[in-house]
């Protein structure tokens, strides 16, 4: 067992131990008060040794896609979880922990978990009608073992029809544990459809152009290093909503120690309210600014020398002829591809080697050998005239000798970085942002030391399954990427998905952008089984419903994504109630019925272990008693040679990548799309509609937490007043959120904070909870070419007042009444 620290309670009255298990099972329903009196001891018997049972507090991590990974504590008393706290991690500067960690008690015992495996009533194999899915579906109790003979014997149909391919193995962000290693085994077993990532990666893959780093955000120096930052520019990102587990806390202790907060955001978040200066851009210029920096960089010559003639190809030469790098080889006769800079002392052409400083001239047009060219720098220079600090100022609304200033500070202020965000891939050509600020930093001279910054959250440790994902005798993955999903799911290309198997994500009817086309997208499925722990949308458009267990509820390991260097441990503190069970012997089941009987250990445990084996950095029994180990990660990022062509920062991109509408991106040139003020749908839709990630909520996990719902009860629309008055609509009204694809419904919030021509509704909220619609019947999914991500802020809208809508699911007293349904924060004592 892992190690449970004990301790007896004190102090518990009789009548609180009553009411807390009364209330408990109460709520639970028939199944669930039985599973739960089976689980408790006999409370209410009157026996004064059960008041001073003793509580175990057992070691477990909250770990949804937040990037927390939180260690908790959890303590569990007669059977029942009665308390959840934040680990003191021996780690010290690693202890976090937020209050939606702490409010899991409501999340294990919340009455709209899914509680009994059910098939949909009009679906049958061979006879899916799935005009029957959605919001007024029908569901049958059915046995696990019923349930999961549906899945395989539907699966083995579909690969024998169509090919393995047809299967698609669909996989959320939901939780952070083992659950998607191990059904990723069982998806390269049968050769089934993987899903890649369109969310997130354009401001990545925009940066790896320029330094061979990044996919999602590009690598940044972890946590710990943060305080030695002087300069600190966070770029779209509301950390103190989005990373206040973390980032924020670290961004807090660099300023309490001298450094400068800069926050460029059109909104005046809790972030910006911290800022020593606040850049309130125009949504959809930030390449425009990231340009301008550049240019004062350069005319102001406080760019670091140094670092460019070591680690960039700020002073290697272009052909003006080609527009392509020199190279050695052109001016001798070899087949050496260093390029060449021309030296400083002697004016001699000389190849540039990875990581070693060459004694090199940055700026200029030189002769070599006959042919003319310009050195990277310069063409950077030339190019960036044209976004002078004046200029942008114009362009993105702000002022120029602010632009100056944050300029400045980065540059000359010692070590610093860019703290950029998702929110910046949220537009559709985000991948030109992540090139710009590339090179700004390169600049800057911020890669490699102590105290430089360049994303948002660092990445933490992974556990590195090995070949655990790929077993032998594996048929192998196919992946198709988000994108990619709907022409296969519509036109059979590159091949049809013919049945659905989901987990961990509430996606196809909740998260992705284009709500209306998934949902008629799912028509041309079989069978679509979701495992969820709660009655998510996605869950309601299924035909077969698994009910998994809660993260408390099994035994786990979880990594990746983490911010934080290190493993967590998951104890198990009691069984899955009601009908639940833990995704992995729902896995295994599923395994053994397509006829994979040795892919799974029939215990957990084992099979944790062996996944575990692959790592060697860390010892699993070692895990488990101390609850999370650190696991040895390089601090500091981007010491090693660049994994570019040149092994440098690629400052002039020779490649030439040409974006869809004939944009060149040799050197970074801003693209628009819906931003752009002459967009076709400007006129129509004035309102930029972004839905900004909630404290309230870890996207659409929490939405139908009690606790939170009470401080955080509706959607609303974040308006600032001048957009409002100007259509009528007061503070508190019901209005209609609406464009070309759709509307959804919401109250009207006045909020001074955004900026006219913005409007906001928090991302998250479940279809049901609007009053009508869904934010992602306004979202699409057109993405850009060379970095493809859904482009969920990049949307045009309009707003009127909806006095006609039925709102009584708000504005009647008694519309609250689901609450009472809830154990109440006391009880959870
Ligand atoms: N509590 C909580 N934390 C979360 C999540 C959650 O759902 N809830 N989700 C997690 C995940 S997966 C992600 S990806 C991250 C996302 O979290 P963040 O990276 O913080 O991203 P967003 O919330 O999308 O937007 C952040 C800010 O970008 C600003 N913004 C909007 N448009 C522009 C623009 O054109 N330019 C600039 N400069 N700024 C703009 C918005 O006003 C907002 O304040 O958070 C993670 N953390
Ligand atoms: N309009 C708009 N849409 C967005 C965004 C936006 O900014 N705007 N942000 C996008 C981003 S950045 C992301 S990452 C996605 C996130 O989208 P999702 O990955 O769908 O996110 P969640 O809502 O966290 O998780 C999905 C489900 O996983 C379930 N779950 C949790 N743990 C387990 C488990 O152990 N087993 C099983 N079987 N299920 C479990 C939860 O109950 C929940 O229903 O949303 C995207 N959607
Ligand atoms: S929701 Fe995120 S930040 Fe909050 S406790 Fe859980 S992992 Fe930590
Ligand atoms: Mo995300």
Known sequence: MSKQEERTESGVSRRSVLLSAGAAAGVLGIGGKQTLDSLTRDATSGSVDGLFDETQVLNTACAPNCRGKCPLNVHVRDGQIKFVEPQMTDDEQYRRGCLLGQSHVQRVYSPKRLKYPMVRSDWSPGDPNPGGRGEGAEFEQVSWDEALDYVAEEMLRVREEYGPESVFFHTGSGDNGMGTTIFGRLASMF????????????????????????????????????????????????????????????????????????????????????????????????????????????????????????????????????????????????????????????????????????????????????????????????????????????????????????????????????????????????????????????????????????????????????????????????????????????????????????????????????????????????????????????????????????????????????????????????????????????????????????????????????????????????????????????????????????????????????????????????????????????????LMFMQKHSKWRIHSQWADNAMVRKMNPEPTLDVHPSDARERGIDEGDYVRVYNDRGEVVVRAEYNEGMQPGLINIDQGWWAEDFVEGSLQDLTHMEVNDLAPTFAFYDVRAEIEPAPDVDTSMYTDPESADWLGDYPSEGDAQ
Do not use: C
């Open 191 to 686: 050769g089934g459809t993987q899903q890649g990532w369109s969310i997130d990666s354009n401001v990545g893959m925009g940066f790896n152009r320029v330094t061979g780093h990044g996919y999602f955000l590009p690598p940044t120096n972890e946590s710990e290093d943060w305080v030695n930052a002087n300069t600190i520019i966070v770029w779209g990102s509301d950390l103190l909503a989005s990373q206040f587990q973390n980032d924020a806390s670290k961004v807090l202790d660099a300023m309490e120690n001298g450094a400068k907060l800069v926050v460029v955001d059109p909104v005046y978040t809790t972030t910006a309210a911290k800022a020593d200066l606040w850049l309130p851009i125009k949504p959809g210029k930030d390449t425009h600014l990231a340009l301008a920096m550049i240019n004062a960089v350069l005319t102001e010559g406080i760019y670091d020398a140094e670092f460019l003639r070591e680690r960039t190809t700020a002073g290697a030469l272009v052909r003006n002829d080609t527009e392509e790098l020199l190279r050695m080889g052109d001016i001798e006769d070899s087949d050496d591809d260093r390029v060449v800079g021309v030296h400083s002392e002697t004016g001699e052409p000389v190849p540039l080697e990875p990581d070693t400083y060459a004694d090199v001239e940055l700026f200029g047009q030189y002769e070599v050998d006959g042919i003319e060219a310009t050195t990277g720098l310069t063409l950077l220079e030339d190019h960036v005239q044209q976004y002078s600090p004046e200029t942008v100022a114009d362009v993105a609304e702000l002022d120029a000798e602010d632009i100056r200033t944050a300029a400045r500070w980065l540059a000359t202020r010692g070590p610093g970085g860019i703290a950029s965000s998702y929110a910046l891939g949220r537009y559709k050509y985000g991948h030109v942002f992540g090139q710009t600020y590339a090179i700004l930093l390169a600049l800057t001279g911020d890669y490699g030391k102590s105290g430089t910054i360049h994303a948002q959250h660092p990445l933490g440790a992974s556990l590195s399954s090995g070949d655990y994902g790929s077993p032998e005798g594996a048929e192998g993955a196919q992946y198709l990427r988000m994108h990619e999903v709907p022409d296969a799911l519509e036109n059979g290309e590159p091949y049809p998905i013919k049945a659905i198997y989901g987990m961990e994500s509430n996606m196809l009817v909740n998260q992705f952008p284009d709500r209306q086309r998934w949902m008629d997208l799912l028509e041309n499925v079989d069978m679509f089984a979701m495992a969820d722990i709660h009655r998510t949308p996605t869950v309601q458009h299924a035909d077969i419903l698994l009910p998994a267990a809660h993260w408390f509820e099994r035994e786990d390991i979880t990594d990746a994504w983490g911010s934080h260097p290190h493993i967590s441990y998951r104890a198990k503190a009691h069984d899955p109630l009601w009908d639940a069970r833990d995704d992995y012997y729902i896995i295994n089941d599923l395994a053994e019925k397509l006829g994979y009987e040795d892919l799974f250990l029939d215990d957990k445990r084992g099979e944790l272990e062996k996944i575990a084996s692959n790592d060697d950095r860390f010892d699993f029994d070692e895990l488990r008693e101390k609850g999370n180990v650190r696991i040895d990660v390089d601090v500091v990022k981007y010491t090693d040679p660049f994994p570019t062509d040149t092994g440098r920062i690629e400052i002039y991109d020779e490649d030439q990548p040409v974006e869809e509408e004939g944009t060149v991106l040799d050197l970074p040139r801003p693209i628009e799309d819906r931003t752009a003020e002459d967009h076709e749908l400007a006129d129509e839709y004035p």
